[in-house]
């Protein structure tokens, strides 16, 4: 097996698991803005299921990966994200919800590295654009969970009355 084809199956495992995750969550998670953001991973990672199914089939008919099968990028989720209030006395849901956001961050910042340490081993150009392609995916995701992150910490904190020192 080349080693191409190696990073592509664990990388579209991973990102199988990565679609289960956001899946599952979405009937768990209470506030709509994070039950909204993953519902969207949830379906990019479909298409990633999809395109990395696509880059392997080429590997293994022989036609291999070329530059030119880097996609656009996606669109940015949050541009047309509105606001929501936050109704007072929510502070358990909102706690809840941060753990499950904590979880989706380290995933995709897990496979950012993934994919970034791939594409610094990678045989070709070809394979190194891909894989820096879809570490910038990735990279994008994490900064998606970041945002929404940090936005329900601090209304957790509000919530409290008080915040951290750091």
């Known amino acids: 097996m080349s080693r191409i084809l190696g990073i592509l199956d664990y990388a579209l495992a991973r990102e199988e ?30 298409d990633h299921v999809d395109y990395i199914s696509t ?10 990966i070329q530059s030119s099968d880097v996609l656009s990028d996606e669109e940015n989720f949050f541009a047309e994200r509105y606001e929501t209030e936050l109704p007072a006395g929510r502070h358990a849901e909102l706690a809840s919800d941060i753990s499950v ?6 995933i995709e910042h897990d496979f950012m590295l ?15 654009d891909i894989l820096n392609h879809l570490c910038n ?4 995701h ?16 509000d919530e409290m009355g008080f915040e951290p020192l750091y």
């Open 17 to 46: 698991d990565g679609r289960a995750f956001y899946l599952a969550q979405t009937d768990k998670v209470k506030s709509k803005d994070v039950k909204d953001l993953f519902i969207h991973l949830g379906e990019m990672e479909s």
């Open 137 to 140: 995916w990735e990279k994008g």
């Open 101 to 106: 956001l904590r979880m989706a961050y380290l």
């Open 114 to 128: 993934y994919y970034k340490k791939a594409s610094e081993n990678a045989e070709t150009e070809a394979e190194k």
């Open 55 to 64: 880059l392997i089939e080429k590997v293994k008919d022989g036609k291999g």
């Open 142 to 157: 994490r900064d998606m969970v970041q945002k929404l992150y940090d936005e329900k910490m601090k209304a957790y904190w």
